[in-house]
């Protein structure tokens, strides 16, 4: 039966103890230049409503390199954006394709998606969560860590998507999250997303901080908020990670940002540039880890 990934729980605990192993060996095969070619003769279509760099370039890149091939679809060339029904487009792109990776605002597109497709379908990002980011996110931890259980994350900053999917994923891989943010910018996510056990939330990003093994922030403004941009950025300036923050810490605490960073806003250039920071090895793994995830789906 197919398989898809709409949120980080369609993946249980030791499952994703092996995509994470499969990341860590594509991982390795790359670096030696080890060819690997699993995928050959397979194709993935890949839906944007929305910008993206990383997720975007790493799944091309990805499908590529497992001998696939990966077709950048945008909304606004298919008939879908037309009034074609996800239904008929599901059943068609099914004839022709091995999967989907779908980005778009209302998650109840990709849920009806994945309904009607026979064949997996990816959630590359919607307004209810983002499963790909933290996934890959946890792997890095593990490979900086050595280790995933017990490790204190502290999410700074806007209650969004980003930490919905990491209220799923602490609580999956028994990881302590502490969510700073505004009282209104609370994250309040749609049932679905699985048991938020080890989530506390805060208001004070000092309080949160303390202790962490990691400090997280995402844009303050995510695709599809801007409206809310000048509101929100009032209400989100106390928690920019900057030096002060970060040094309010322990001293060997990581600093990790989905990206695009907006620098100045949500976190200083200090920060970002800092010691601290594992950014870009944060975002090269998306790379790795979405292979290990094409690799399980598309072969299941
Ligand atoms: N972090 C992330 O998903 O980046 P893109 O929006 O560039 O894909
Ligand atoms: N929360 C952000 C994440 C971007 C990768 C957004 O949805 O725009």
Redesign the pocket.
Known sequence: MKKDLLAINDFNREEILALFEKSEDLKEKRQKGIQHLPLKGKTLGMIFNK??????ISFEVGMFELGGHALFLTGDQLQLNRGETIRDSAQVLSRYLNGILIRTYDHQEVVALAEHASIPVING?TDFN?PL?ILSDIFTIKEKLGHIEGVKVAYVGDGNNVAYSWMTGASLMGMNLVIACPKSLKPNPAPGLGDHGNVEIVEDPFEAVQNADVIYTDVWISMGDEEDTEKKKKLLLPYQINQKLVDSAKKDVLVMH???AHREMEITSEVLDGEHSIVFDQAENRLHVQKAILETLLLS
């Open positions: 910008h993206s760099t990383r997720t975007r990002l983002h980011q989905c990206l695009p």
